[in-house]
């Protein structure tokens, strides 16, 4: 009993050492070596000040950008309170939440039905990406707003869709910040 | 459901079998102290962590001392970890950037109960709590103990169905010393790099602070009525070392995320490939070891009726979650939830796009059959009987692979149970490769279901009828009784996963918590190591014609026949009252 407890203590200090210190550091170092974008947060800077990362979704509301799903982290895509809603699939307040985004959305483009992921949270609340179908239902909004055809719009939107990875992996969606920053860029709103 | 869906979830199935004999292979001869090719590299770390903390290598333990050796571990690994997290927010202490203080005392013990005994339940957000020394030195250290401790209890037991008239069952040391070594350590520095290779954030910077590109007005009403407007310019970008966190995090089932999403979060999971290697790493090293027993205990069809059990229950878990989570929320109107190569559809709450309903539903059945409790969508959010059938795999004992180790210890006692049965049905002495069960051995493999099921219950049972418990409910009707649910048998379970808008972090649900995961770990290993060193004295009776095989499909039907009755018996009332009443409701129109 004595022995095993001064085993169990000089073993904890040691293997934390090991495993909890000396491991995360390699990894650490390694990684910044090799893959220094990707382990720093795959930041966006843009004319010397930095406007996000690839990896993470941001708010959007001016009806001439492309609008990320709703979100519950924080006051909204704010990632030191990553989280969803948590919202039971009976909860009212759930089918209150989705009926207000179906109304505020469903005028700017009344023919075609909203698709889900456009009025729902994401897991993390940091979503980066919408699916296709939620680009093509905005795609008449940003196109009037902009002043450009819906082609143009389509292009873009075209440009910032991936497919499923390998062809089968996952699915098909749309980086909605590196989609709003390419319109920024190609064609500047007045 | 779309044809994409179930290519997927049979690419799944196809690798994990692929993987099964070479990591059971790998960690027979590991724990067999046989020669492998990481031998040049680790012998020599080994030796020297043998010298300077005083083992014996060639010392064998019986089963008692195995296990207060065990316990002794894990008493002082526990404590050491309280300490960090009390002491985080000091001025000396490294690491912590963001200089969060120091996590107050029952939040500390019910996180430090937390990650000792596997489960990683947490009652904090990691980006908003915990320093980086905490989480590499705290939090990920637990993750490679508590893991590699699961797998040597496991071949501890393995031990006791293959010796004969033997009073040992192993080294204790030895065997946590291997599996962190050997099977953890190095899987991880790989996997960690492949991570962030794909997105996943590896450094000790503070935090970034973007421009949102458009700048959001919020308002927030106040508890007096008052309306108050202010414009968010701003994103603060958390970082951290997550990758080296995430390997472990997954490959250990513990499933402790790094952020508070977890493996929703693009830092941790980025993409679909991080996603699927994610769900093969969880089930990987439970799905080898039913190798691992058919080698060591020279039976290998036994291992693969085993495993055949196992993969039957996990293909009918993600059928019927995805199947429900496909068919998405009938009370939302106005929207459209049909898949199409356009749109994932389905229930789409609480799910990522990248990943959609299937890798979802694929990802929730994978962390419940082990018991690991990563989530990559909120399973709180999930239809009601998509989400039903995470606990069920839970209550079931995370034996269908199961956590590292646990999961095999957990099945031997329901193998125990299906022989003892067969044995009664045709009235014969049971055996069990060659060993007779004994009362002994049947009492202690009863004693293990019936504390679970006594935590379980009897824990929901009194939060579901006092102010304290109920309070911390967030979505009324049926599915508060479930979270609650939920939450008792995940941290019973040593799962870690929740319906995750209960809020947990309260006096009462951090202390009851606390002892409800200490009580899910040691109390059932104690008996598992009691009914080892048992097996391990029998003698080998010889097969006879009158001897219920275990290598066979009709075993594999028995086995699967008897975890789900032992399961259905003792928590079916429990879920018609949450998740069964509240499916009804749901189609019959109802919110709350």
């Given amino acids: ?190 | 459901m779309t044809a994409n869906g179930w290519l997927q979830i049979a690419l799944f199935f196809v690798v994990l079998l692929a993987v099964t004999k070479p990591l059971g292979v790998f960690m027979a001869r590991v724990f067999a102290g046989e020669k492998t090719f990481l031998d040049p590299v680790l012998r020599p770390i080994e030796r020297l962590l043998y010298r300077t903390t005083g083992i014996d290598e060639k010392y064998e333990m019986d089963w008692k001392e195995y296990a207060v050796s065990m316990l002794l571990f894990s008493a002082v690994s526990m404590l050491v970890l309280y300490l960090i997290e009390r002491v985080q927010g000091l001025k000396w202490m490294p690491w912590n950037p963001q200089h969060f203080a120091n996590v107050e005392a029952h939040l500390a013990f019910n996180t430090a109960a937390s990650f000792t005994t596997n489960t990683n339940w947490q009652n904090y957000g990691g980006e908003n709590t915990m320093s980086y020394f905490t989480q590499m030195a705290g939090l990920a250290y637990h993750n490679f103990v508590s893991a590699g401790v699961g797998l040597a209890l496991a071949i501890a037991i393995i031990r006791g169905i293959a010796r004969k008239e033997s009073k040992t069952i192993g080294n204790f040391w030895v065997d946590v010393t291997r599996a962190m070594l050997w099977v953890l350590a190095p899987a991880c520095l790989v996997i960690a790099l492949i991570f962030v290779s794909q997105g996943t954030t590896q450094n000790l910077r503070p935090y970034d602070t973007a421009k949102l590109v458009n700048p959001q007005t919020i308002s927030t009403t106040d508890s007096n009525g008052k309306t108050t407007t202010q414009t968010v310019t701003d994103q603060v970008i958390a970082q951290g070392p997550v990758a080296s966190q995430e390997a472990i995090k997954i490959l250990g089932t513990n499933g402790g995320g790094f952020v508070n999403a977890n493996s929703a979060h693009p830092f941790e999971n980025p993409n679909p490939l991080t996603n699927f290697m994610q769900i093969v790493m969880i089930l990987s090293l439970g799905s080898g070891l039913t190798y691992t027993l058919g080698r060591m205990t020279g039976s290998q069809r036994h291992g693969w009726a085993v495993w055949a059990a196992m993969a039957l229950l996990c293909l009918a878990g993600v059928t019927i979650i995805y199947a429900m989570e496909a068919h998405g929320n009938p009370l939302l109107h106005g929207i459209d939830q049909h898949a199409s190569a356009m749109q994932p559809g389905g229930n789409m709450e609480g799910k990522e796009v990248r990943f959609g309903i299937a890798n979802t539903a694929l990802f929730a059945t994978a962390t419940t059959d082990a018991s690991c409790g990563a989530v990559n969508g909120m399973h709180d959010s999930f239809t009601p009987l998509g989400g039903m059938i995470p606990m069920v795999n839970i209550m079931i004992g995370e034996v269908i692979f199961g956590g590292v180790g646990a999961g095999l210890y957990g099945i031997v006692v329901f193998i125990v149970l299906a022989v003892f049965i067969a044995g009664l049905m045709v009235g014969r002495t049971p055996e069990y490769l060659g060993k007779k069960i004994e009362a002994y051995d049947v009492k202690m493999a009863m004693l293990t279901v019936l504390i679970f099921c006594l935590i379980v219950l009897g824990l929901t049972a009194v939060s579901i009828v006092s102010p304290f418990g109920t309070g911390s409910i967030s979505n009324p009707g049926p599915h508060g009784l479930s979270q609650i649910l939920y939450a008792y048998t995940s941290m019973a379970g040593n799962n870690g996963s929740a319906f995750a808008g209960l809020n947990g972090n309260t006096p009462w649900y951090n202390v009851s918590g606390a002892f409800d995961m200490l009580f899910g770990r040691f109390f059932m290993v104690i008996p598992v190591l009691a009914l080892a060193g048992n097996l391990a004295r029998k003698k080998i009776v010889p097969e006879s014609s009158g001897t219920f095989p275990v290598t066979t499909p009709l075993f594999t039907f028995l086995l699967i026949s008897v975890i789900l009755i032992v399961s259905a018996l003792t928590f079916f009332p429990a879920l018609s009252l949450g998740p069964i009443l509240e499916h009804l409701l749901m189609h019959a129109g109802k919110v709350f």
């Fill in chain 1, 1 to 190: 009993m004595k022995k095993n407890l001064l085993i169990s203590i000089w073993f904890t200090l040691a293997t934390t050492v090991l495993l909890g210190i000396i491991y995360p550091l390699v990894v650490t170092g390694i990684a910044q070596v090799i893959f220094p974008k990707q382990a720093n947060g795959s930041l966006i800077p843009q004319n010397g000040k930095l406007v996000g990362s690839h990896l993470i979704g941001q708010p959007f509301t001016a009806p001439g950008y492309f609008w990320s799903r709703p979100s519950a982290a924080g006051s909204g895509y704010d990632p030191t309170a990553s989280s969803g809603s948590n919202l039971g699939p009976t909860n009212k307040a759930l089918q209150d939440r989705v009926a207000a985004s179906v109304q505020q959305l469903q005028p700017t483009n009344p023919n075609t039905p909203i698709p889900a992921d456009l009025v729902t949270t994401s897991g993390s609340g940091l979503d980066p990406d919408i699916s296709p179908a939620s680009a093509e239902f905005q795609i008449p909004r940003v196109a009037k707003e902009r002043g450009i055809s819906e082609q143009e719009a389509r292009a873009a939107v075209a440009r910032h869709t991936k497919g499923r990875q390998f062809g089968f992996l996952g699915e098909a969606r749309v980086n909605v910040l590196d989609l709003n920053l390419d319109l920024d860029a190609a064609h500047p709103m007045h």
